[in-house]
T-cell receptor
């Protein structure tokens, strides 16, 4: 079954304690991306990756790191979490845009609810 | 800058009522437009899309038409069901320079039996 798998589903942590949220896709997609969802703000892109070893900042990258060492995995790293990073996080993937217009749909994971105390 | 504006929710309707959720966009060039739906406790999933002006996307009784002259992509359904209760997101992708999705803030729909 084609899917994007995020772990953990729920995470409660304390300020400053490094954490990693994992994301894996089994569709051989080149493009992967992380979003955070906050009430009244919708989804905002944190980072995205066009392929292995290629990453770029989205709209809200501060306080986050990512890596893309393998095509299927795209972990989100919070080196020193703060309470303002309490949010619902989604990983998503899609096929490579290729040349010309980009119109590929995103496949989303089920989300990770993070609480930073 | 590029952006998507959706009507604020929540929208509460009775079963079999007509639904419209407004979406307008600001973008350079000719973006592709999407509606995603998020059911409780789940990630977003694509509902429909349109890639050029005057295209109509449709799926599961929902429709939206890409109107370049009014920069709009309003979502409509003729008769909603309780199972349509969800959050609906309008989104666009830019055609050059950056491969980013831009989402609206989402509109929560609640359908009452």
């Amino acid at each position: 079954e084609a899917q994007v798998t995020q772990n953990p589903r729920y995470l409660i942590t304390v300020t400053g304690k490094k954490l990693t949220v994992t994301c894996s896709q089994n569709m051989n997609h080149e493009y992967m991306s992380w979003y955070r969802q906050d009430p009244g703000l919708g989804l905002r892109q944190i980072y995205y990756s066009m392929n292995v070893e290629v990453t770029d900042k989205g709209d809200v990258p501060e306080g986050y790191k990512v890596s893309r060492k393998e095509k299927r995995n795209f972990p989100l790293i919070l080196e020193s979490p703060s309470p303002n990073q309490t949010s619902l996080y989604f990983c998503a993937s899609s096929a490579t845009p290729g040349q010309g217009r980009w119109r590929e749909k995103l496949f989303f994971g089920s989300g990770t609810q993070l609480s930073v105390l | 800058g590029d952006s998507v504006t959706q009507m604020e929710g929540p929208v509460t309707l009775s079963e079999e009522a007509f639904l419209t959720i407004n979406c307008t966009y600001t973008a350079t060039g000719y973006p592709s437009l999407f509606w995603y739906v998020q059911y409780p406790g789940e990630g977003l999933q694509l509902l429909l899309k349109a890639t050029k002006a005057d295209d109509k996307g449709s799926n599961k009784g929902f429709e939206a038409t890409y109107r370049k002259e009014t920069t709009s992509f309003h979502l409509e359904k003729g008769s909603v069901q309780v199972s349509d209760s969800a959050v609906y997101f309008c989104a666009l992708t830019l055609t050059s320079g950056t491969y980013k999705y831009i989402f609206g803030t989402g509109t929560r729909l609640k359908v009452l039996a």
